[in-house]
């Protein structure tokens, strides 16, 4: 602990210049009388570390003494602040590594590359959730993190639209998409996926695995992935949009919005048909009414008559009595 207390307060240092043993103490949330014994420690290594006094002194280092990250460029800096996300760090239970990173980061370069990095995190911000969403619960993301790393055996209570079951797994890896992470863990021998805010319940079991070394993270997930979506919309409809409908398609699903994005075929008046594919036809009925006398639906027969039923519905829904 105190050595690496040590090391950020020489990063301090030499990122920020003149600090307090004040402000130091309470970077780190310790006492005035530590800060001392550390800079007298670090004096003692060898560190050119010395004290202004007065009212406007504190500890600095000697001008031009830099310790360094080697291989490091500021280009590759500001890349990597870009890339450290504060919230999916701070749920795996990172969020201070990823601080004394970024530190360590800032001190490797000269004094315009700190510029430049630290302007990153001015100007550019990442938010991973989408709109009108909230962040799931994420409690059990630093023990999930700890048994992924350590390859420790898990066993978890998951709740899946079959019911709660009760499971040892071996995890791989987490995996954040838009905005909800998820777990891929070996059970039965085979990698599987389980949304992370479903897991109701956590234990680290004492006992460790062999994790496979031929698995890739990043290729099961694209895999897992597109089989999803290629299971997941299992039909298609064609539709015929006006110009305004050709517009807010782009609304009902990334699919729908690459077709009308790939429109060709219109008519005289402006309209375009395209194929979009489908969930199912409940599904599809719900997200195209919402684009009301914009769209026509041409294809599945199944799909148009669903319309024109909830279309009829809605017409007796709200007829009013004429006198």
Same mark, same amino acid.
């Given at each position: 602990?105190?050595?690496?207390?040590?090391?950020?307060?020489?990063?301090?240092?030499?990122?920020?210049?003149?600090?307090?043993?004040?402000?130091?103490?309470?970077?780190?949330?310790?006492?005035?009388?530590?800060?001392?014994?550390?800079?007298?420690?670090?004096?003692?290594?060898?560190?050119?570390?010395?004290?202004?006094?007065?009212?406007?002194?504190?500890?600095?280092?000697?001008?031009?003494?830099?310790?360094?990250?080697?291989?490091?460029?500021?280009? =590759?800096?500001?890349?990597?602040?870009?890339?450290?996300?504060?919230?999916?760090?701070?749920?795996?239970?990172?969020?201070?590594?990823?601080?004394?990173?970024?530190?360590?980061?800032?001190?490797?370069?000269?004094?315009?590359?700190?510029?430049?990095?630290?302007?990153?995190?001015?100007?550019?911000?990442?938010?991973?959730?989408?709109?009108?969403?909230?962040?799931?619960?994420?409690?059990?993301?630093?023990?999930?993190?700890?048994?992924?790393?350590?390859?420790?055996?898990?066993?978890?209570?998951?709740?899946?639209?079959?019911?709660?079951?009760?499971?040892?797994?071996?995890?791989?890896?987490?995996?954040?998409?838009?905005?909800?992470?998820?777990?891929?863990?070996?059970?039965?021998? $085979?990698?599987?996926?389980?949304?992370?805010?479903?897991?109701?319940?956590? =234990?680290?079991?004492?006992?460790?695995?062999?994790?496979?070394?031929?698995?890739?993270?990043?290729?099961?997930?694209?895999?897992?992935?597109?089989?999803?979506?290629?299971?997941?919309?299992?039909? =298609?409809?064609?539709?015929?949009?006006?110009?305004?409908?050709?517009?807010?398609?782009?609304?009902?699903?990334?699919?729908?919005?690459?077709?009308?994005?790939?429109?060709?075929?219109?008519?005289?008046?402006?309209?375009?048909?395209?194929?979009?594919?489908?969930?199912?036809?409940?599904?599809?009925?719900?997200?195209?009414?919402?684009?009301?006398?914009?769209?026509?639906?041409?294809?599945?027969?199944?799909?148009?008559? $669903?319309?024109?039923?909830?279309?009829?519905?809605?017409?007796?829904?709200?007829?009013?009595?004429?006198?």
């Amino acid at each position: 602990m105190r050595a690496s207390r040590l090391l950020s307060i020489l990063l301090l240092l030499q990122t920020r210049g003149r600090m307090t043993a004040q402000a130091l103490a309470d970077e780190f949330e310790t006492s005035v009388r530590t800060i001392y014994r550390d800079i007298d420690h670090l004096s003692a290594a060898g560190v050119p570390v010395y004290a202004d006094r007065g009212r406007t002194g504190g500890f600095q280092l000697l001008e031009g003494y830099r310790t360094r990250l080697t291989g490091l460029s500021a280009a =590759e800096a500001e890349t990597l602040f870009l890339s450290g996300l504060p919230g999916p760090a701070a749920d795996l239970g990172l969020g201070d590594a990823m601080a004394a990173a970024q530190l360590k980061l800032l001190a490797a370069l000269p004094a315009e590359g700190r510029r430049g990095a630290a302007r990153v995190g001015s100007r550019f911000h990442l938010d991973p959730i989408g709109w009108y969403r909230n962040a799931e619960q994420t409690d059990v993301l630093p023990s999930l993190a700890d048994a992924v790393w350590n390859t420790r055996r898990i066993r978890v209570r998951y709740e899946s639209w079959r019911g709660v079951v009760d499971r040892d797994l071996e995890p791989l890896g987490l995996t954040l998409k838009a905005g909800v992470w998820y777990l891929v863990a070996q059970a039965g021998g $085979r990698p599987r996926t389980y949304r992370v805010s479903n897991i109701r319940g956590l =234990e680290l079991l004492p006992d460790t695995f062999q994790r496979p070394e031929a698995f890739d993270l990043a290729g099961f997930w694209r895999n897992w992935v597109k089989d999803f979506e290629d299971r997941l919309y299992t039909s =298609e409809a064609t539709l015929r949009l006006s110009p305004t409908g050709l517009r807010q398609v782009c609304n009902v699903s990334p699919l729908a919005e690459r077709a009308a994005r790939a429109a060709q075929d219109f008519d005289a008046d402006g309209w375009a048909t395209v194929t979009i594919p489908i969930e199912s036809i409940e599904h599809a009925a719900s997200d195209f009414l919402k684009l009301g006398t914009e769209a026509e639906v041409l294809a599945p027969p199944e799909l148009r008559d $669903r319309m024109a039923d909830v279309a009829q519905e809605l017409a007796n829904l709200y007829a009013t009595q004429k006198s």
